[in-house]
């Protein structure tokens, strides 16, 4: 597995969600994405995992053991998403994209390869989950 490729795959996604969140308002982060999701969740969404994919990868960097993951988050962010500040929330987002691209960038091959065979490459390889996300917001934004 290639780190320089992830590395730039994940600068691209960031960067697309970067100029995406420069063109939104207030008012746009409130438009639906549909099933219960509104761009500003979408982009909360965005921004909890890539953090939270920091934190893990620090932890891997540091010698320890990539940290479980509770399958009830999404279904948690969805019930405090509400108090994310409308004007800040896409910032949050590119805030933590940057911050994970940066992790990734300290990760050794070894640690890269760990990852990927223990199933666990969607950690440092953002770009298909961000893309998924930009598109939908794209496609609501037009």
């Given at each position: ?15 697309r ?34 953090a ?20 009830a ?15 800040t ?27 990927a ?26």
């Open positions: 597995m290639a780190t320089n490729n992830i590395a730039a795959d994940n600068s691209d996604s960031t960067e969600l970067s100029a995406l969140v420069a063109r939104l308002g207030a008012e746009d982060v409130k438009r639906p994405l549909g099933g219960g999701w509104t761009i500003g969740f979408a982009l909360a969404h965005l921004a909890f995992w890539d939270r994919q920091v934190a893990a990868l620090e932890r891997v960097a540091s010698g320890e053991p990539f940290p479980s993951e509770d399958l988050t999404n279904a948690a962010l969805e019930a405090i998403a509400d108090a994310f500040s409308p004007d929330i896409g910032r949050a987002a590119v805030d933590a994209a940057r911050q994970l691209d940066a992790v990734v960038e300290t990760l050794t091959p070894d640690q890269v390869g760990a990852l065979g223990s199933g666990k490459s969607y950690a440092i390889q953002r770009a298909p989950h961000r893309e998924e996300h930009i598109r939908q917001i794209e496609d609501a934004f037009g």
